[in-house]
């Protein structure tokens, strides 16, 4: 049986690199390699799929955004997430988005192959550490204080986030101090930060 991969990768060397790496494997095909999730999800609507080796970090949708999607659009694409962030915030939302791999770029080689394998099995590829650390700190942001706040970080107004997300900027400016509280923090550049660091974002 062949196993068919597509890659999503916002870096073209990582990209190039591993759709190489995977080539090698006698029983994988990679059938498509995307630079961001948009192209991922056009790739998957055109020709089947039993793999997505995505990042997490990516211009405009994140990985754990299109793995969301994924599993709304493609129930039977299993979903693995390949990162430099070993952060417990990212493997739970990767986790509670239906992903079934966890896995970081500086894992030897050999572990990518098996932990497709292992997924397209009906198993899970979590590194053991990286699974206890997961529920050692709950993420207290609601999906749209995190959307909030991400513009945020990117430096947007209140009024620039209203205007995109449709909502008042009395309402944007409500999600922000609940954000800002939750975490702790000073300020909305603090809370980014914070939230950034634990990976909420």
């Known amino acids: 049986m062949t196993i068919r991969v597509v890659i999503a990768e916002d870096q073209s060397m990582v990209l190039g690199a591993l759709a190489a790496l995977l080539e090698l494997e006698t029983d994988f095909k990679v059938v498509a390699q995307a630079r961001n999730a948009a192209e991922a999800l056009v790739a998957m609507r055109a020709q089947p799929a039993d793999v997505l080796l995505t990042d997490i970090e990516m211009p405009g949708m994140t990985g754990l955004e299109l793995a969301a999607r994924v599993r709304e659009e493609h129930p039977l694409v299993r979903v693995i997430v390949l990162t430099t962030f070993a952060r417990a915030g990212y493997l739970r939302r990767a986790l509670d988005a239906g992903v079934r ?25 979590v590194s053991p550490e990286l699974a206890a650390e997961a529920w050692a700190d709950d993420d207290p942001l609601t999906d749209r204080q995190r959307q909030v706040l991400r513009l945020a970080a990117d430096g947007r107004s209140s009024a620039e986030i209203a205007a995109e997300l449709h909502l008042a900027e009395g309402t944007v400016r409500n999600y922000l101090s609940e954000a800002i509280s939750k975490l702790g923090a000073a300020n909305r550049v603090d809370a980014a930060r914070i939230a950034r660091r634990k990976g909420f974002l």
């Open 101 to 125: 791999g966890y896995l970081l770029k500086d894992s030897p080689s050999g572990e990518l192959a098996d932990a497709i394998r292992r997924v397209c099995a009906g198993g899970r590829a």
